[in-house]
């Protein structure tokens, strides 16, 4: 079975390499970030056409995420308890978009779904902009409540077979920073505090991708040839509970997929993991055909 995750940066613009790729990839679940668009904009038939069933989280021009599952998915969750929200209501989705515990509107950044054994979240984390922007605040809040979340989550039932992915917005460690426009200390993504933050999730959940495949970016900025000269970063991670993490026999990053025409500057990520070995009865459902 294979598990992943993409920023797919606006969907109605790639729908056509993401569809292509799920089919040839053998995809059973895409957790999809910044599909930028509402779910009435989404190009829905593509996706049903290939055997796919959706859910939806977004609420304009920005943001949003999605998944995309050939397996019936339920306890879907659009938000995360303590999220805080950021910025100025979306004019028309007030009565949709909701509020935080800060009083702020919640983003389209987190969408939650379980399909079989697996509790699934495709995360968007806020980008942060600058170390003294606003928004750098925001995004280590948001992080923060996502951290409480997870050990709650854990706690509760500590065989959960979790898996946080998408796109986190951090490079963890120096080799996953190939960007020479970034500075540690100075920029975004590289900073002390992020970089901490992100290893604090690490007692919990942590990237299944790594140990298979220790090397290689998942961005690269469109701007400056980033990358014709592989000056990019690694920001995009299935980060896992043991119950997920145990189940994992391969994974891979999907660099050719930042080639040709039209490519998100992001590529796919993907973990293959073995439904015998979850523990539950996801096998049955795992083999049950899809209906529409």
């Avoid at 991670?237 to 040709?260: K, L, N, Q, W, Y």
Wanted: some cysteine; overall charge negative; hydrophobic content about 40%.
């Amino acid at each position: 079975m294979r598990i992943a995750t993409w920023n797919v940066n606006s969907i109605r613009t790639r729908v056509g390499r993401v569809v292509d790729w799920l089919v040839r990839e053998d995809i059973d679940v895409l957790a999809m970030q910044e599909i930028k668009c509402r779910p009435d904009q989404f190009p829905v038939e593509a996706f049903e056409r290939a055997g796919y069933h959706l859910e939806l989280h977004g609420l304009n021009q920005w943001n949003g995420v999605a998944f995309a599952s050939r397996h019936e998915m339920t306890d879907v969750a659009r938000e995360f308890d303590g999220m805080p929200g950021f910025g100025k209501p979306i004019k028309g989705q007030e009565d949709v978009q909701g509020t935080g515990p800060n009083d702020l509107p919640l983003e389209a950044r987190a969408l939650g779904v379980t399909v079989g054994d697996l509790r699934l979240w495709s995360l968007y984390v806020p980008n942060g902009r600058g170390i003294d922007d606003p928004h750098f605040a925001y995004k280590l809040e948001w992080l923060a409540a996502l951290r409480r979340n997870t050990e709650a989550w854990l706690e509760e039932d500590p065989d959960l077979a979790l898996a946080l992915m998408g796109d986190w917005n951090i490079a963890p460690l120096e080799a996953d920073m190939g960007d020479p426009s970034f500075t540690v200390g100075k920029s975004t993504h590289v900073s002390a505090v992020e970089r901490e933050m992100f290893e604090s999730f690490t007692p919990l959940v942590d990237d299944v991708v790594r140990p298979i495949v220790p090397e290689g970016f998942t961005f690269w900025d469109y701007k400056a040839g980033r990358f014709p000269k592989d000056e990019g970063m690694r920001i995009d991670f299935i980060m896992a509970a043991p119950g997920f993490a145990d189940a994992v026999t391969g994974a891979s990053i999907h660099r050719d997929e930042r080639r040709g025409d039209g490519p998100s500057d992001h590529v796919p990520v993907v973990a293959d993991i073995e439904p015998s070995l979850l523990g539950g009865t996801f096998e049955d459902e795992y083999d049950r055909p899809m209906v529409f």
